[in-house]
């Protein structure tokens, strides 16, 4: 497989979706965000790493964050978790509210907004910080020890997030926080408001494609756990748009309004893609074109 050939080609294909789409401006900060900027990277199992374009250039992760936490509080034991969010697709806005009221206050899915809180809630609880948390498990699967949180961007979602704010004092009505719900909120900014390059994001999630192994060999979580955090990306990874995404990649994924998104070949590879226009889902348009030819282009999909 000539994974370097195969990302020119997948970036070839992508060039036309290239500024198209919205580039996400209800955080203001993220609205200066280069529409024609793109980049891929491809990280094995074995050890390669191969990128084209922007690729090692840092973008604004938002909810790719949400793989990682989920991860990390899964590693801690989900029977709790799993009492407190659901894993069923939305069928809803990442931020909607009226679905979270309907249901008593149980979020449908980890990675819409809502679910999010909760596992964030859940590592603070575990972890005492867990928006370092997620930054360092980044910097070390990464080996980018400068990777870190752009305090800007974490400023302007604290300021404008009024929908999380509501999203979260519901929550905590129903008693499905543990924290304060400021608290709460602080750490998911800091985490969703991580800066990190494709090259990161591909060495970071490829924990997900070992099995649940990090670089350094040791465990993160079991080999099941994995597949269930890979499932529930397949499904839930990209919104109301998660059908659309298995249809055209055909593997788990995660978007965030960052513009990038993360993909898993299990047992081979972490891919990530990047470009900031997004269509009306908060998928990146070109990183999901990006994605749909490499998988077309190369066979690998989980299908
Ligand atoms: N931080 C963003 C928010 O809370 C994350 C949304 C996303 O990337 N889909 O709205």
Redesign the pocket.
């Given at each position: 497989m000539n994974y370097q050939d195969l990302l020119y080609t997948a970036m070839r294909d992508a060039r036309p979706a290239i500024g198209q789409g919205r580039v996400a401006d209800?955080?203001p900060a993220l609205a200066a965000a280069d529409p024609q900027a793109f980049g891929m990277a491809l990280a094995t199992v074995s050890g390669e790493v191969y990128g084209v374009g922007d690729w090692e250039r840092p973008f604004s992760i938002?909810?790719?964050s949400k793989v990682f936490s989920l991860a990390l509080v899964l590693a801690h034991g989900g029977d709790y978790l799993w009492k407190r969010v659901g894993r069923e697709p939305s069928g809803n806005p990442?931020?909607s509210l009226i679905q979270l009221e309907a249901e008593g206050g149980i979020p449908r899915n980890p990675f819409i907004?809502a679910g999010a809180l909760v596992v964030t809630d859940r590592l603070q609880t575990l972890t005492g910080d867990a928006g370092i948390t997620v930054r360092d498990f980044l910097r070390r699967e990464a080996g980018s020890p400068a990777l870190d949180t752009d305090r800007n961007v974490a400023f302007s979602?604290a300021v404008n997030?009024h929908?999380?704010a509501a999203l979260a004092h519901f929550m905590a009505s129903c008693d499905n926080l543990e924290n304060p719900v400021d608290t709460v909120l602080a750490q998911?900014?800091a985490q969703?408001?991580l800066s990190a390059s494709c090259r990161d994001l591909a060495l970071a999630g490829l924990f997900l494609a070992r099995h649940g192994v990090l670089a350094d060999g040791s465990r993160l979580l079991s080999g099941s756990e994995a597949k269930k955090v890979n499932a529930t990306l397949l499904t839930c990874g990209t919104?109301d748009a998660a059908g659309e995404f298995a249809y055209r990649v055909g593997l788990p994924g995660k978007?965030?309004?960052?513009g990038g998104i993360l993909a898993i070949v299990p047992g081979r590879a972490a891919l990530c893609a990047w470009s900031p226009g997004l269509d009306s889902a908060?998928n990146s348009m070109a990183a999901v074109a990006a994605l749909d030819a490499f998988t077309t282009h190369s066979g690998l999909s989980v299908f």
């Open positions: 209800y955080i938002q909810s790719i990442f931020n907004n979602e997030g929908r999380n998911y900014y969703c408001a919104y978007s965030g309004v960052g908060g």
